[in-house]
T-cell receptor, first 111, second 114 residues
Framework: GESVGLHLPTLSVQEGDNSIINCAYS??????FIWYKQESGKGPQFIID?????DKRQGQRVTVLLNKTVKHLSLQIAATQPGDSAVYFC??????????FGSGTRLQVQP | DGGITQSPKYLFRKEGQNVTLSCEQN?????MYWYRQDPGQGLRLIYY???????QKGDIAEGYSVSREKKESFPLTVTSAQKNPTAFYLC?????????????FGPGTRLTVL
């Protein structure tokens, strides 16, 4: 089966710093990876995704890095802002019926 | 505005009672999903439906039931057989089951059993 974990339950950063949130997965057949942001009391929102045939993808202020050798995924947020404070999840699609979600990392941005 | 709505936002239930959570989408999506979220855990799939009048059990379906009589609606019933129902429930949809990687989530319903 698939298990997805994150390295830290909480990450605290200063406003303006870069944030890095990590995720490890277990199934080498995983072919699609997604990062979600969930603000308190709300549903998750899609941030960025990456396919297994890529190792890096950039969005607006966000970059996702994929290392298939060690089954590791990271989300980098540049110039972190207070509005970035939320829980961040990675999700993995192995081509089976459903996504497998990680437990989430809470990002706290200090002013 | 296109999107997914869930109601109510907060729900309280007495032990032994069934309760139904609403999920409606106007995105014209075929596939819909129900997840349960507990503190410190990832989302766990309860049920999913890839098309009207079809639904399949997810990983933690025991104590739950669903129906999919209309494309836009996928209500979840939490029955008295669910031993630990207090949780945050999220509904999601995607264009098709094949597009499950691009799911849109509702705002969630927080269920508390008293």
């Amino acid at each position: 089966g698939e298990s997805v974990g994150l390295h830290l339950p909480t990450l605290s950063v200063q406003e303006g710093d870069n944030s890095i949130i990590n995720c490890a997965y277990s199934n080498s057949a995983s072919d699609y990876f997604i990062w979600y942001k969930q603000e308190s009391g709300k549903g998750p929102q899609f941030i960025i995704d990456i396919r297994s045939n890529m190792d890096k993808r950039q969005g607006q202020r966000v970059t996702v890095l994929l290392n298939k050798t060690v089954k590791h995924l990271s989300l980098q947020i540049a110039a972190t802002q207070p509005g970035d404070s939320a829980v961040y999840f990675c999700a993995v699609d192995t081509g089976r019926r459903a996504l497998t979600f990680g437990s989430g990392t809470r990002l706290q941005v200090q002013p | 505005d296109g999107g997914i709505t869930q109601s109510p936002k907060y729900l309280f239930r007495k032990e032994g009672q069934n309760v139904t959570l609403s999920c409606e989408q106007n995105l014209n999506h075929d596939a819909m999903y129900w997840y349960r979220q507990d503190p410190g855990q990832g989302l766990r799939l309860i049920y999913y439906s890839q098309i009207v009048n079809d639904f399949q059990k997810g990983d933690i379906a025991e104590g739950y039931s669903v129906s999919r009589e209309k494309k836009e609606s996928f209500p979840l019933t939490v029955t008295s057989a669910q031993k630990n129902p207090t949780a945050f429930y999220l509904c999601a949809s995607s264009m098709t089951l094949r597009d499950r990687s691009t799911q849109y989530f509702g705002p969630g319903t927080r269920l508390t059993v008293l």
